[in-house]
């Protein structure tokens, strides 16, 4: 059973490819919609990364990694 961080993965790869293909089939142009593909998945992993950080204590252990012990 894969995880529920690679099942969001996979899904928003699906909505980012579905919205690429309704882009094509609107507006017949395939460069115009893997432009757009690209640069909405390279926002996304930027978005991603931001979201993921987490501040570290001094001795390197994450604050709610303290707390459980």
């Given at each position: ?68 012990g």
């Open positions: 059973m894969p995880s529920r961080k690679n099942q969001r993965r996979r899904l928003t790869a699906a909505a980012m490819s579905a919205t690429s293909a309704v882009l094509f089939a609107h507006s017949g142009d395939l460069v115009f919609s893997l432009a757009m593909l690209f640069l909405s998945s390279w926002f996304y992993l930027r978005y991603w990364r931001f979201k993921n950080l987490r501040v570290m204590d001094d001795d390197g252990v994450r604050p709610e990694e303290a707390e459980n």
